[in-house]
């Protein structure tokens, strides 16, 4: 018989009911609600509620609801016990928070099953927390606080006291097992003439439960959506791992389009809205940059949907700047510079506000001033709120905000961050899911579906890890303890027991039962696989699986597939093309990243490392070196100076350098680091110049010399970092890099390095080029790595005349090619080297790793 045709005459007759868990007193309710309507009857309110609002409303009977602490509370009170204690024994504990909860837990065990005081810890743990609950208890005494392990004892007294009456007749629906602290209080009812009713779990349907097994979860997950989809009446899914699982079964319904409530919601501090008040109110001094643009960029500040592009010019200008780490005035500079909304500058001035605030407030106050600065930023937008986010507001409002109020009962004063990080770990534990209409595809865990009933139900994710579940017994209390008292998750023989139990309950939940699991959570053949639990084994084998897709699977429609590998061809109109030589070189290394970074100028947006970074040290070494030689000149000029002249020099240059970029710098960390990376440029400069006196004469011609040429039928801007010219009259085209550098790959097919080649080939030059040098500048391995006929380079053998024109001959050849590709829009996802990939930006774009897997798995399968 269905739960609910054995509850009907007490739901008649007013009997109260408690439930195990609140969704069963809904669940009973929409059946009882909906049974009236049926029945075209008037019905009174039944009183149906589950076990922890029963005992809220007998301490209110007694007029004492002021007394029990919530959860908040109770954590509060937990961690400022563990951290006096930790602080006597001088201990250090990394997880404050973590070591509560756990506390917590182990406290309501032991009270459940009454052992407070009642055993002799041996382990170090075990005497840690029989030393907090002691203080614990204690604490609540002085107080005259009530917490949710002490209410079923205390309730017991009161009736046996006279001062609560019990009902005369009390139903207790979708109890699995009860603790010891429950039964004395059931006792103790008994004893005061109450008749406790608790319903015979419904017997197995005459069909007995299918059991399906297949090879991937998403396989399972497949075939579950699928079944919800085309089996009519009230379905019903239970997932034991419904926390892990949530996601991909959202998306799996989803995909087939199945409405479904999902029992298990999600915590606040996961849904924007609330990710950007917590974000806002948590940002410290100095701020960091991506704190900053995400809040510029979120829809729910005032400004971020209205004025969006002019908030996306101002967060590339923040990173054009380098910037990582910077005072709240500094930002708000600039962004006063920027074309933004007077929003945005507002947002930065609040944010210097908050974090200049050093009062000590009451939790209460501190829920105020948070929503009073929210307020002022325009939270939570200026978007229209939705039925969904308009009830997470509430949730803030109701729920969270309340929570932190709470707080001031068992906390004194607290500052901004500590208000903070209670604010964000209620967040993180109050759990939101919209309100919606009631589907016919409910979705629920495994406890939680005690006492449910539906026409149709399926069972996933039953293997061997789950159905027994795995040990787990309590850290902080005598394990041996455990086993004897029959705790939850301490013996394999209380789970076993437990889940025969479960699988019993829930064969008879419904008409049609089907239950399942997967040998592995992937398609990957070299996933674990797991086996169905033992317990299914032994009602049946498993059905295989059929072949093929089901029947009510969507039709297939096929897709377009179009060749994108040619853009349109590039018109210039005589202006230079955008890249200048690293579109050529971009070319050479993938014809799509070429076509992606320079006709679409698509790039991924800068992330500032701290201190300088490699650009950055790189620019500041071209323009040391290019200041250097301004003043010289020439190696005449070099050898005329001592090494301690040309120190000096380059220290005036240094400080020079310091004070014109020091606008550009806008980076806490970048100032800090200053010194430091001025010695490293000193003395890499020196080595540099070291090694310059080794060469022959010559004088330098161009330093960062910009030049517009002709290369095949596009035009292209170069700029050349150092030329030189010889006392014989050749040139040497200088390119400086800070990377480990090798002239074979000038000598390579393809040419992956066009620049050096570019210059010699297609530049203006003051005399006939004789030769191409990259300027390895790094610290004790500076070098040049050179082609060409110069012999006074040192450490480079120079070439013969007719090997140096070949040469010549074939880059001229490959960058013609280049040129002409780019000119006829050649896109191809081709790239010349598997380390071209290595750092490119584009991949979410190309998506070549999707294509070598399709790749592969068609290779397989050949």
């Known amino acids: 018989m269905a739960l609910f045709a054995q509850l009907w005459p007490e739901l008649q007759a007013a009997t109260p009911i408690i439930t195990v868990n609140r969704r069963l007193a809904r669940h009973l309710l929409q059946h009882y609600y909906e049974h009236c309507r049926q029945q075209a009857m008037a019905w009174p309110v039944p009183l149906v ?62 009270c459940a099953y009454r052992l407070v005081g009642r055993y002799a810890p041996a382990r170090a743990e075990e005497q840690a927390f029989v030393r907090w609950q002691q203080a614990y208890l204690v604490h609540c005494r002085q107080q005259d606080w009530l917490d949710e392990a002490a209410l079923p004892p205390y309730l017991c007294q009161a009736f046996a006291a006279g001062r609560l009456t019990p009902p005369e007749r009390l139903v207790l629906a979708g109890f699995d097992e009860m603790a010891p602290d429950l039964h004395q209080l059931c006792d103790q009812l008994r004893q005061c003439g109450c008749q406790l009713i608790e319903p015979a779990v419904a017997a197995a349907p005459p069909q007995p439960p299918r059991f399906r097994l297949f090879d991937s979860l998403n396989d399972e997950l497949t075939a579950l ?73 979120s829809p729910f500040l005032a400004g971020g949907c209205s004025q969006r592009e002019q908030r996306v010019r101002a967060d590339l200008a923040l990173r054009q700047a380098r910037l990582r780490r910077a005072d709240c005035a500094t930002c708000v500079d600039l962004l006063r510079r920027q074309p933004v909304d007077t929003a945005a500058v507002r947002l930065a001035e609040l944010l210097a506000q908050q974090s200049c605030c050093r009062e000590r407030l009451p939790c209460s106050a501190w829920a105020g001033r948070f929503s009073a600065w929210l307020e002022q930023a325009g939270w939570p937008g200026e978007r229209a709120l939705d039925s969904a986010t308009y009830q997470l507001l509430e949730s803030w409002q109701e729920k969270l905000l309340p929570a932190l109020c709470s707080l001031d009962r068992v906390l004194p004063v607290c500052d901004r961050r500590q ?34 009933q539906a026409d149709a139900l399926w069972v996933m994710g039953l293997h061997d890890q789950e159905l027994p579940a795995a040990l787990d017994p309590q850290p902080f209390l005598p394990r041996w303890l455990q086993q004897r008292l029959d705790m939850p998750r301490a013996s394999q023989d209380r789970e076993l027991r437990f889940a025969r139990q479960q699988l019993q309950r829930l064969a008879g ?42 029947a009510a699977a969507p039709p297939v429609v096929a897709l377009e597939c179009q060749n994108d590998s040619r853009g349109l061809p590039l018109v210039t109109a005589g202006d230079p093309a955008r890249g200048g ?91 800090e680091f200053w010194p430091l990376e001025a010695d490293r440029l000193l003395e890499l400069a020196l080595q540099w110049q070291r090694l310059e006196r080794q060469r022959g004469a010559f004088s330098v011609e161009q330093l960062e010399q910009v030049c517009q040429v002709s290369v095949g039928p596009l035009q292209l801007r170069l700029i050349c970092d150092r030329l030189d010219r010889s006392a014989a009259g050749s040139v040497l085209v200088i390119d400086y890099k800070t990377a480990r550098s090798s002239a074979r790959v000038l000598q390579q097919l393809p040419l992956l390095e066009p620049q050096l080649p570019l210059y010699a080939l297609y530049a203006p030059l003051p005399g006939p080029v004789a030769g191409v040098a990259f300027a390895q500048l790094r610290p004790d391995d500076c070098r040049f790595a050179a082609l060409g006929t110069l012999d006074d380079l040192p450490g480079v053998e120079p070439l013969a005349v007719g090997d140096w024109r070949e040469l010549c001959q074939q880059w001229r050849d490959q960058i013609e090619a280049l040129a002409q590709a780019v000119a006829d829009g050649a896109a191809a996802v081709q790239p010349a080297q598997p380390q071209v990939c290595r750092n490119c930006d584009l991949q979410p774009l190309c998506r070549i790793t999707l294509r070598d897997q399709q790749e592969g798995s068609d290779a397989e399968g050949c």
């Open 509 to 550: 939940a419904a008409s049609t039962v089907c239950f399942s699991c997967s040998r592995r959570d992937s398609a990957d053949e070299a996933a674990i696989q797991r086996r169905p639990s033992p317990l299914l084994q032994l009602q049946q084998p498993p059905l295989p699986e059929p072949a093929g897709a089901l």
């Open 49 to 110: 509620e589950d076990l922890a609002s029963w005992f809220v409303r007998q301490l209110a009977l007694l007029g004492e609801p002021g007394r029990l602490l919530n959860r908040p509370q109770q954590q509060a009170v937990w961690q400022q016990v563990i951290r006096d204690d930790a602080a006597r024994c001088g201990l250090q504990l990394l997880q404050l928070g973590a070591t509560a909860e756990q506390a917590m837990a182990a406290h309501r065990l032991s």
């Open 581 to 671: 030589a690293a579109l050529l070189r971009d070319q050479a290394h993938c014809p799509f990243k070429a076509y992606a970074r320079h006709r679409l100028g698509l790039r991924a947006l800068e992330e500032p490392a701290g201190g300088f970074d490699a650009r950055q040290r790189g620019t500041l070494i071209h323009r040391l070196l290019q200041e250097f030689w301004q003043q010289l000149g020439s190696s005449v000029a070099l050898l005329h100076r001592d090494e301690n002249a040309c120190r000096q020099l380059l220290q005036q240059l240094l400080a020079d350098l310091a004070s014109s970029s020091a606008g550009v710098w806008p980076d806490l960390q970048q100032r």
């Open 225 to 297: 959506v699928d079944w919800a989809a085309v089996t009519p009446g009230r379905r019903l899914i239970v997932v034991p791992r419904l926390e892990a699982l949530r996601q991909p079964l959202s998306r799996a319904l989803a995909r087939r389009k199945v409405a479904a409530n999902l029992s298990l919601g999600r915590p606040l501090s996961q849904f924007g809205p609330i990710q950007t008040a917590l974000r806002f109110l948590s940002v410290q001094e100095p701020l960091a940059r991506s704190e900053l643009s995400y809040l510029l960029r």
């Open 419 to 452: 208000a903070l990080a209670w604010l964000e770990q209620l967040a993180d534990q109050i759990l939101f899911q919209p309100e919606a209409a009631d589907e016919p595809v409910q979705v629920v865990g495994l406890l939680e579906s005690a006492g449910l």
